[in-house]
């Protein structure tokens, strides 16, 4: 059986131009600025292997809609979201379901999330952070809010690093400067 195609959408937001993908089975991935609208989408549809850019359904687009509103600092709860993880391993399947559940404002770090799979030690906390490096949908799946051990920041794929994670946490009040969030343009 073929997988069913996929498709992407890439749209303005306060701090860029973002992007989404598709199946008919539910989102794929997620693409944070890349400091242009081409870069942005030439990322998205490499990472998603779309089939090409699309006006999005009605779900996508509602997503849509709150993924600006939350890079604007409102507070939005993407649990609802249909993800489509089909095409990964069970134990980033697994990580990504427990890491849906993070709330707004809350973090955990590497070897808690570990340890709440069963994993332990350093080990266990790199495995989770490799699969985090390789989650498809940020913000959606919140792994910004995953940190290192002792509340350190840790690392954050998405093009800026652990600075636009820096940026996605103080939207939600979580600082790591001692100052205010930075809203909206981050």
Do not use: Q
Not at 26 to 33: I, Y
Not at 50 to 74: M, Q
Not at 157 to 165: D, E, I, R
């Amino acid at each position: 059986m073929e997988p069913p195609a996929i498709n992407h959408c890439v749209f303005d937001t306060a701090i860029g131009p973002c992007g989404v993908a598709w199946s008919v089975r539910g989102l794929v991935a997620v693409a944070l600025p890349e400091g242009s609208h081409s870069a942005t989408e030439k990322r998205l549809a490499n990472k998603a292997r779309s089939a090409g850019a699309a006006t999005p359904p009605p779900a996508i687009a509602a997503l849509i809609a709150d993924v600006k509103r939350y890079l604007t600092g409102e507070r939005v709860d993407f649990t609802p979201v249909a993800v489509d993880l089909s095409g990964l391993d069970p134990f980033r399947r697994k990580l990504y379901e427990l890491m849906r559940d993070l709330g707004w404002g809350t973090t955990t770090t590497y070897g808690a999330l570990a340890h709440e799979l069963g994993l332990h030690g350093w080990e266990g906390a790199r495995d989770v952070g490799e699969a985090m490096g390789r989650n498809p949908v940020p913000i959606v799946i919140p792994c910004h809010r995953v940190l290192a051990a002792g509340g350190k920041l840790g690392g954050f794929s998405a093009h800026g690093g652990p600075a636009t994670k820096v940026k996605l946490l103080a939207l939600e009040g979580v600082r790591f400067d001692g100052g205010a969030p930075r809203l909206p343009g981050l």
